[in-house]
């Protein structure tokens, strides 16, 4: 099993939560150094947040927590968005937050169980006898 300081357990959710809030906020977005669809910016940031949110917060406990806590987070920040005045609010973009929140709640139960699972002992192979 690997072990994690609990230190950068929550920096791993709390910096990229920090920074996908300003993007979300800033007026012009941010810029990239290449360019990628708003789908894959949404998806792809639910989708590491809801498992790092889970990992960080929720570990003991099934994902509707983590998932209820995103899709608020989702919902939010189209709400601040529909006030701001170079933003668009959008209900594509609460979809496509849904699709990377459930993304998310299978990435963690993968990763959990392949890689901070218990190790299994390995098999014992019985000697025959000639």
Same mark, same amino acid.
């Given at each position: 099993?690997?072990?994690?300081?609990?230190? +950068?357990? +929550?920096?791993?959710?709390?910096? &990229?939560?920090?920074?996908?809030? /300003?993007?979300?906020?800033?007026?012009?977005?941010?810029?990239?150094?290449?360019?990628?669809?708003?789908?894959?910016?949404?998806?792809?940031?639910?989708? /590491?947040?809801?498992?790092?949110?889970?990992?960080?917060?929720? &570990?003991?406990?099934?994902?509707?927590? &983590?998932?209820?806590?995103?899709?608020?987070?989702?919902?939010?920040?189209?709400?601040?968005?529909?006030?701001?005045?170079?933003?668009?609010?959008?209900?594509?973009?609460?979809?496509?937050?849904?699709?990377?929140?459930?993304?998310?709640?299978?990435? /963690? #139960?993968?990763?959990?169980?392949?890689?901070?699972?218990?190790? #299994?002992?390995? &098999?014992?192979? #019985?000697?025959?006898? #000639?």
């Amino acid at each position: 099993m690997i072990r994690a300081p609990r230190w +950068l357990i +929550l920096t791993g959710f709390w910096i &990229p939560l920090v920074f996908t809030t /300003y993007a979300a906020f800033a007026p012009n977005g941010v810029p990239m150094p290449f360019q990628v669809s708003d789908m894959v910016l949404h998806a792809s940031a639910f989708t /590491y947040l809801t498992a790092a949110l889970w990992f960080a917060h929720h &570990p003991a406990e099934s994902g509707w927590k &983590p998932a209820a806590w995103m899709l608020a987070y989702g919902v939010a920040i189209e709400l601040v968005q529909s006030f701001e005045p170079t933003r668009d609010a959008e209900l594509k973009d609460v979809l496509v937050d849904v699709v990377g929140i459930l993304l998310g709640l299978a990435l /963690y #139960r993968w990763v959990v169980s392949r890689v901070f699972a218990p190790a #299994r002992p390995l &098999p014992v192979e #019985r000697a025959t006898s #000639r």
